[in-house]
């Protein structure tokens, strides 16, 4: 780049007062991009399900657009990439799974909302210039359109092995017994938590283990529950490419999940980790059970390797650099 690109993020999801550790992985990249050089500015919006507060996000984000300050906008999820419309420069959008393949109740149901999002979003992808998925799996809501696969980065210095022994005095928490993490919303009925507190909850009939629950921790605890814990354990009933198995696999953590995902393209060949095909609890209960009697870490850290932060953030650049080059050309 012979001159600073200059990038309005917008993103429906952003940390603040009453939740401060909200989409590490979205602050993560605006970070690491103004180390690359890249002068960008983030327009958070919540849109909450209401119509006006979309309205509003919409009138403010054109009035910063037409300022003329930016080269392109970055939309994080679909329905931020709406605001950006129509469109006065280069757009860039990075989908991120419920965005494109919509939320479902508890049972996998499309929701009236989900079917609101997904149609948003798939007109977004129309328009915009460069799309960005975080998983290859989605590629197949976006037939007929040229995208990029670019997975959520990682913090490898920060997800690493470390002494369980350590990191279970550092939290206070037993030497002696198993830990499942659970690294879902108990609120948000695509997580399932209940499944994994059934599941649980079945096993502690045999062994001695107990469920950890990640949210109620801070972000920069989770390495430290991570090398405490024997498992991950993701119930999901539908993910785009979930960070924190690629943040379990970094630390050499087992994974137990459901078939969400790029999750099975990341665990198939390490031994150790499995897929959950049947979700009734004492399945998965069985599952969890011969994962934690083997009683060793998996071998994993290689298989995210290439998942680096500053690698993944000069791709990221690459696409910018693509977006602005074809608006040109086109005119």
Not at 14 to 29: D, L
Not at 198 to 223: C, G, K, R, S
Not at 224 to 248: I, Q, R
Not at 287 to 296: E, H, P
């Amino acid at each position: 780049m012979d001159k600073t690109l200059r990038v309005l993020m917008i993103t429906s999801e952003w940390p603040t007062p009453e939740k401060p550790y909200q989409v590490p992985f979205i602050v993560r990249q605006v970070e690491y991009l103004r180390k690359a050089g890249v002068a960008i500015d983030v327009l958070p919006f919540r849109g909450g399900k209401s119509p006006m507060n979309y309205a509003r996000a919409w009138q403010k984000t054109q009035s910063v657009l037409r300022s003329g300050k930016y080269d392109l906008v970055h939309a994080q999820w679909g329905q931020s990439g709406l605001l950006a419309l129509p469109k006065r420069m280069p757009l860039v959008v990075t989908f991120r799974g419920d965005d494109l393949e919509g939320i479902t109740d508890g049972t996998g149901k499309l929701t009236p909302r989900g079917f609101i999002l997904k149609t948003i979003s798939r007109l977004v992808a129309s328009a915009a210039d460069q799309v960005i998925l975080v998983s290859q799996h989605m590629a197949k809501s976006i037939a007929g359109r040229s995208y990029h696969v670019i997975p959520s980065g990682l913090e490898l210095d920060r997800f690493c092995p470390a002494s369980q022994a350590d990191a279970r005095c550092r939290l206070g928490l037993s030497q002696e017994k198993k830990y499942v993490l659970f690294a879902g919303s108990v609120a948000n009925p695509a997580k399932r938590y209940d499944l994994a507190r059934q599941a649980v909850e079945l096993l502690q009939t045999e062994i001695p283990v107990e469920l950890l629950v990640a949210t109620t921790f801070t972000h920069d605890q989770i390495p430290d529950f991570m090398n405490a814990s024997d498992a991950l354990l993701l119930t999901s009933l539908h993910e785009g490419s979930p960070n924190v198995v690629k943040e379990a696999l970094a630390c050499n953590l087992a994974v137990v999940s459901t078939d969400v995902g790029d999750v099975r393209e990341r665990i198939r060949s390490i031994s150790g980790c499995a897929i959950i095909k049947d979700d009734r609890p004492e399945k998965i209960a069985e599952i969890l059970k011969v994962v934690l009697k083997r009683g060793k870490r998996v071998d994993s850290r290689d298989s995210v390797i290439d998942l680096d932060e500053n690698v993944l953030t000069q791709k990221v650049v690459r696409v910018y650099l693509k977006a602005l080059s074809i608006r040109k050309f086109d005119g």
